[in-house]
């Protein structure tokens, strides 16, 4: 049967997971991209990316269902952990382990305490800083607060976690779990394992992340905000040369 349905092309494939676009969507997502396009490597290379994240506990196995690699169902993954992180060209800041939710003040103290030492480390105020659309990311309390400490905010268009090089780099993080054993039995278990992988990558991972930004751009633009197949891959090294910055007034 399996053979016959093969020779009359009828194929099995996974549905590709999205977010749902609405034509208010794809038109910011068109918008925002065609304002970005004459933007060079050396302004790239001043943006800061960051985004939360979440690790469940227990995680689905990907190996057969056989009777003793069946994982019992947990309500809501067992528990989790939620982690904050950001990245830049050059370098990627501690990663926080957030205290529930992220709300306004915890993500004021978020910035406070990572961002700014972060950036300022590495750009003095000489950056611009990404985060998408969370209720508590564009709450009036943080914006007036980025405002008051001239923070150079980039604004983002809503579902486009395509567009944010950390949404990229965080899918190491599933990747290592899976590697050192599933599943984690404790959430401080979980929670070092997770830290340990963000520490671990690589900086040339985060740069070739950022010289890929104008081609993850010119793919949204094609499509006209629409989807894209935009893929990056980190199975091979690549060489870099030396670049000139370009500073962002």
Not at 62 to 69: I, K, N, P, Q, T
Not at 124 to 130: E, G, I, K, L, Y
Not at 138 to 158: K, T
Not at 175 to 182: A, D, P, Q, T, V
Request: glycine content about 6%; aromatic content about 10%; charged content about 25%.
């Amino acid at each position: 049967m399996t053979t016959r349905l093969v020779n009359a092309g009828c194929l099995a494939r996974r549905p590709v997971r999205k977010p749902l676009l609405e034509n208010i969507h794809r038109q910011a997502r068109f918008v925002w991209v065609r304002g970005h396009l004459n933007w060079c490597d050396g302004h790239w290379q001043h943006v800061v990316f960051s985004d939360e994240s979440i690790s469940l506990l227990y995680r689905q196995s990907h190996e057969a269902l056989l009777d003793e690699r069946v994982l019992p169902r947990v309500q809501a993954g067992g528990g989790g952990v939620t982690i904050w992180g950001a990245i830049h060209n050059r370098g990627k800041s501690e990663l926080h382990v957030l205290d529930g939710n992220m709300d306004q003040c915890q993500y004021i103290r978020v910035l406070e305490t990572k961002v700014f030492p972060f950036a300022k480390r590495d750009f003095q105020a000489n950056c611009v800083f990404q985060d998408d659309n969370g209720p508590a990311h564009r709450a009036r309390r943080v914006m007036d607060f980025l405002e008051d400490e001239n923070v150079q905010h980039m604004d983002w268009p809503d579902m486009s976690p395509d567009l944010n090089l950390i949404e990229k780099l965080c899918s190491e993080i599933p990747h290592g779990l899976n590697n050192i054993g599933n599943p984690h039995k404790y959430l401080a278990e979980l929670t070092q394992a997770v830290v340990d992988i963000w520490r671990d990558i690589p900086d040339q991972k985060l740069s070739f992340l950022v010289l890929s930004m104008p081609r993850c751009l010119r793919a949204v633009y094609n499509t006209r905000g629409g989807h894209t197949k935009y893929r990056i891959l980190f199975s091979y090294c690549i060489s870099f040369n030396t670049r000139t910055n370009i500073f962002i007034k």
